[in-house]
């Protein structure tokens, strides 16, 4: 993984009044209204088949300044050839998100594919039998990119951007990370082997993007640059939303809280019963 | 994607503010003029760094993590981010990805100066 101070460029000050396209060159100006989400505090949950959905509802929408840890800014990249352009590899990317992740990790979002403020219900898994529940908020979208940010208690706090664009004749994907971890135990699970294991997933993602895309030997390129190498010590409270340490806690918890519901709805059967 | 349009002016007030005047689209593609503006306005003698949005005609969300790259460059020279002149529908962006509560918003450029000042 390569550690770096940030990108450093150097331009001299006559360029920086640079237009790198001229706007008097008669291009209609682009909109981005509809591509973003509306504004919310907390997020709404709509309950998915298939997923715990827990750690999401009510919980706030947590970007990289909100997050504890080292920020990294991580790329996976792959070209797709000439076949196919952006805008068809994004569309193919957002109608069958879900099915190009990794077996074991489920992405539970809105049957109309990827839209500006869903909220997707995530199970993913962390080993020993064990799902993290969490979720993500979709941020942005329009024809050549989207993006998901997440809540509190995820692993990171941050935004990723998944886009495609064209060089020449040549389209490239990419999704991108821009996260810090959110709170100090996500942190050590990170540096014990949690990078390590993202870049797989995305790894794992592009290729089976890539297959449906027919690609015959996709190679991801993988990019890592740790952006700012202080932590945030005044975030380490978000600890308290650790949807890891809760997952766990639900998991070992699920025997009782089943029983629970079992002796409620036998009670309520019992009531419901006619007197004889 | 397209090239973007953008121009970023840099003008220095009193010897520790700069202002960055933006105008067109801030997309991840700008970063070079956004950092080359940051260059020029970032010196050692500032102290607060004023982003003038005014001009601002389109945002995607790689502007957005373009923006937390400035502001931990910054962070490191231990200069203060703040922004004015956003309109309700980007100040939401703003408020939407917390942004806000690490770039100071102002009204106008009046007040982002006075807040240099306190």
């Known amino acids: ?276 | 994607m397209d090239a973007q349009v953008v121009t970023m002016g840099v003008r220095h007030i009193g010897g520790d503010v700069a202002v960055v005047d933006i105008k067109g689209e801030v997309t991840a593609a700008c970063e070079p003029v956004l950092m080359s503006a940051y260059e020029e306005a970032g010196g050692p003698g500032t102290s607060r760094l004023v982003l003038n949005f005014a001009g601002l005609e389109y945002m995607n969300s790689g502007g957005i993590g373009m923006l937390v790259t400035l502001l931990v460059r910054a962070n490191r020279q231990r200069q203060q981010l703040a922004a004015y002149g956003l309109s309700d529908h980007y100040r939401e962006i703003f408020e939407l990805t917390r942004l806000d509560e690490a770039i100071t918003i102002y009204d106008d450029e009046a007040s982002a100066l006075v807040g240099a000042a306190t």
């Open chain 1, 1 to 276: 993984m390569t550690e770096a101070t940030g990108p450093e460029r150097v331009r001299s000050a006559e360029q920086i009044e640079l237009s790198v396209r001229e706007a008097a060159a008669g291009v209609a100006p682009r909109n981005d209204a509809g591509r973003w989400a509306a504004k919310v505090d907390r997020l709404d949950v709509v309950q998915r088949d298939g997923v715990r959905g827990t750690n999401v509802a009510g919980r706030r929408l947590t970007g990289p300044v909100q997050g504890f840890g080292k920020m990294w800014q991580k790329t996976y990249r792959l070209t797709v050839g000439t076949a196919v352009t952006p805008e068809q590899a994004i569309t193919t990317w957002k109608a069958h998100f879900p099915e190009f992740w990794p077996a074991g990790n489920r992405f539970a979002g809105a049957l109309t594919g990827i839209s500006p403020g869903d909220v997707a219900l995530l199970d993913l898994a962390i080993g020993g039998g064990v799902k993290l529940s969490t979720g993500v908020f979709v941020l942005y979208a329009d024809e050549e990119a989207f993006t998901l940010m997440t809540p509190q208690g995820h692993m990171f706090a941050g935004w990723i951007t998944f886009s495609a664009e064209r060089a020449g004749d040549t389209t490239t994907v990419q999704a991108q990370v821009l996260m810090r971890a959110n709170d100090p135990l996500y942190e050590i699970a990170m540096t014990l082997g949690g990078h390590r294991k993202e870049d797989k997933f995305w790894v794992a993602t592009l290729t089976a993007l890539s297959q449906r895309l027919g690609v015959p030997d996709p190679k991801v390129e993988t990019r890592s640059i740790c952006v700012d190498s202080k932590r945030q010590w005044r975030h380490s409270s978000n600890v308290w939303h650790n949807s890891m340490v809760r997952s766990v806690l639900q998991t070992l918890a699920a025997p009782i809280t089943g029983l629970g519901h079992l002796m409620r709805g036998s009670k309520r059967g019992m009531k419901s019963q006619p007197n004889g």
